[in-house]
């Protein structure tokens, strides 16, 4: 693409939609970007710089439910010359534990409808986010042509679009899988297991977890995923390809759980795989039990700080706590000479994270660490 490219964003106000919009602006990398999602930046927490982003006026905003053709249709509508050049899908229910239902209208039928609509519009190249939970290995990390068997709903939803994909007539396609996605801004992949060992420093335990510390949790920053998006949308060997985007830290749930005991000064104890494993006859009870030894303290702690509001939450879903290995290999992204802006998660981008919120008055002051 000899001139910038103009860049659609669906689900653009959510996190990873978000360091992709203030990454193009940033880099001055596009002509035109529009952000088409149904919660308006106002309302989306986003911070300062982020709001910066937003307000730009190569930005423009749209508000769309993409589940619905009419509007989907109305979202990929021509910007003000030519046509959209690179889409990016990171519009989806990304909620756990939802019915097969809403994974079906929130995920399956909304995807197909942006690639078709994206196919249409003859866009030079659409991106979708999957999802990385489509198999467990301890041993060995997955390449992108593992056997696939996903070990969540909304992967398994995520797996049935990635197939779809190839049957668009004229849709020049590229999926990514992810694992773990941390950085600013994030309210469901890392922050409850941060809000949760801060808690464990207010509460003054040691923070027990299920099963061990080897269960393996890779990880990559968003600002990576962000990165990613943009270099593969403009190579050419991309195209009809699928890629794992993941950092080099192998994370386990011991080295995340390591970085959070150095910051908040906590200790962390593992209840085994003997032990976890009897949960498993009543996983609902047990994860409601932990759910409402978190969710007190959390709630007493946002009051005593004035924190009214917070779009945070130490709740943990059933499925994010199976014994299953988020292991991926990323050789493949590698191979086109990506080379990683963050290689390895540390204790430092952890602290942004939190700094970030409590500076906005949506993490409790008192469990900041010092």
Known sequence: MSEKPRVLILGGCGFIGRHLVDFLVKNELASEIRVVDKTPPQMAWLNKTHTNAYENPLVEFCSANLIN???CKKAFAAPSSGTWDIVVNCAAENRPNQSDAVYKEGIYKLSVNCANEAAQIGAKRYIELSSGNIASSEKTALAENCKTDPWTSLA????????ELSSVPKLNYT???LPIVYGVGDTRWLTPRIIISALYKYLGETMKLLWNESMKLNTVHVGDVAAAVWELAQNPKASGQIYNIVDDSDSTQGSISDILADIFGIN?????????N??????????GEINDKHMGPWAELCQKDEV??????????EE????????????????????LRVPKITADQVKEIILDYADRKLFPQSLVMT
């Open 69 to 71: 053709p009419v509007f």
């Open 156 to 163: 398994k939803f995520k797996l049935k679009v990635e197939k």
């Open 175 to 177: 999926v990514l899988r």
């Open 268 to 276: 962390v104890d593992y209840w085994g795989v003997t032990i976890s």
């Open 278 to 287: 009897i949960t498993k006859v009543n996983m609902s009870d047990v994860i």
């Open 308 to 317: 009214y509001n917070t779009p945070l939450t130490p709740y943990m879903d």
């Open 320 to 339: 994010l706590l199976y014994h299953k290995h988020l292991n991926l290999d990323n050789s493949k992204l590698k191979s086109l000479n990506y080379e």
